[in-house]
């Protein structure tokens, strides 16, 4: 069943189209990504989502609820951590996590939350003093500590170094494994590809695709190497999995599927083919993007 419903939703700031017609669902227990560049509509469609603004036009429904009109019913089943969210320097830890808790009728103990998230040796710590990724662990607590049965994490790695983004990942599928389905909103191609069961791609206030990563890369992967003179590739255009064959000179791409780059391979030995600079290429979330939009994922 789908936990989240978005139909033709529309938004305009100036007269200008930020969101034109962006539809999608999210399914139960499910960490679904919404991926684009900076200025794509993101941010703008998370916050029609939980009610935060109000669209200019289409539908929403979150767990069945009309998140502008039903606010205070949806709010306390629904945790979020903001893309700027920030607290007092000399707030504790503890102090955040128990003035968060009173937001909501029926909140979880905190002081579970701390010893969940690694947090029970900061309690007394100000959150000024904390580092990126324990910062990252208490901003998910505080979404977590309302219970909710959805989560929205928005940019959630923006800023980490790459052990604590990495880190913050595992936190993330923690949190789909006990049971709340998460909405992950990124710019980071590597961090959907982790962590999104499916993604949205959002470019110019439009989905543009929406699938499993897999499905988004399709699965394509291409084979490179140099033959020495006078050797041929003919035949490989043949072989199971394979898809494309462009010689250059004594420069060779194979693109293809599956195991394809093992029949490549013995295909080669068979015919006593000697090869250099062997290389194998996956297709990128970057290259799908490219092939949707005809530019790249960082063009502004």
Same mark, same amino acid.
């Given at each position: 069943?789908a936990?989240? %419903?978005v /139909?033709?939703?529309?938004?305009?700031?100036?007269?200008?189209?930020?969101l034109?017609?962006?539809?999608?669902a999210?399914?139960?227990?499910?960490?679904?990504?919404?991926?684009?560049?900076?200025?794509a509509?993101?941010?703008? #469609?998370?916050e029609?989502?939980?009610?935060?603004r109000?669209?200019d036009g289409g539908?929403?429904?979150?767990?069945?609820?009309?998140?502008?009109?039903?606010?205070?019913?949806l &709010?306390?089943?629904?945790?979020?951590?903001?893309q700027? /969210?920030?607290?007092p320097?000399?707030?504790?830890v503890w102090?955040?996590?128990d003035?968060?808790?009173?937001f909501?009728?029926?909140?979880?103990?905190?002081?579970?939350?701390l010893?969940?998230?690694?947090?029970?040796?900061?309690?007394?710590a100000?959150?000024?003093?904390?580092?990126?990724?324990q910062?990252?662990?208490?901003?998910?607590a505080?979404?977590?500590?309302g219970?909710?049965?959805?989560?929205?994490?928005?940019?959630?790695t #923006?800023?980490?170094?790459?052990?604590?983004r &990495?880190?913050t990942?595992?936190?993330?599928?923690?949190?789909? %494994?006990?049971?709340?389905?998460?909405?992950?909103?990124s710019?980071f191609m590597?961090?959907?590809?982790?962590?999104?069961?499916?993604v949205?791609?959002?470019?110019?206030?439009r989905v543009?695709?929406l699938?499993?990563p897999?499905?988004?890369?399709?699965?394509?992967?291409?084979?490179?190497?140099?033959?020495?003179?006078?050797?041929?590739?003919a035949?490989?255009?043949?072989?199971?999995?394979?898809?494309?064959v /462009?010689? #250059?000179?004594?420069?060779?791409?194979?693109?293809?599927?599956?195991d394809?780059?093992?029949a490549?391979?013995a295909?080669l030995?068979?015919?006593?083919?000697t090869?250099?600079?062997?290389?194998?290429?996956?297709?990128?979330?970057?290259?799908?993007?490219?092939?949707? /939009?005809?530019?790249?994922?960082?063009?502004r």
């Amino acid at each position: 069943m789908a936990v989240i %419903d978005v /139909t033709d939703l529309r938004k305009r700031y100036a007269g200008r189209p930020v969101l034109d017609g962006v539809s999608f669902a999210v399914e139960a227990g499910e960490i679904f990504g919404i991926l684009g560049p900076n200025g794509a509509g993101k941010t703008t #469609t998370v916050e029609c989502v939980e009610g935060l603004r109000r669209p200019d036009g289409g539908s929403i429904r979150v767990l069945g609820l009309d998140p502008y009109t039903d606010g205070r019913a949806l &709010r306390e089943q629904v945790g979020v951590q903001l893309q700027h /969210t920030q607290l007092p320097e000399n707030i504790k830890v503890w102090e955040a996590l128990d003035l968060y808790a009173s937001f909501y009728a029926r909140p979880r103990d905190w002081r579970e939350l701390l010893e969940e998230w690694g947090l029970a040796d900061k309690r007394d710590a100000r959150f000024g003093k904390l580092s990126g990724g324990q910062r990252q662990r208490l901003f998910i607590a505080l979404a977590l500590v309302g219970d909710p049965r959805v989560a929205f994490l928005d940019e959630l790695t #923006t800023g980490l170094d790459p052990q604590a983004r &990495r880190a913050t990942w595992e936190l993330v599928k923690r949190v789909r %494994d006990h049971g709340v389905t998460v909405v992950l909103v990124s710019h980071f191609m590597d961090e959907v590809e982790e962590l999104c069961d499916r993604v949205a791609v959002l470019d110019r206030g439009r989905v543009v695709a929406l699938d499993t990563p897999v499905g988004l890369v399709g699965g394509e992967q291409r084979m490179r190497f140099t033959l020495l003179p006078g050797d041929s590739v003919a035949g490989l255009d043949a072989l199971p999995g394979v898809t494309d064959v /462009t010689r #250059t000179g004594d420069r060779v791409v194979v693109t293809g599927r599956g195991d394809f780059a093992t029949a490549v391979t013995a295909h080669l030995a068979r015919h006593r083919v000697t090869v250099s600079d062997l290389r194998i290429d996956r297709r990128t979330l970057d290259d799908a993007f490219a092939a949707l /939009t005809g530019r790249s994922f960082t063009d502004r």
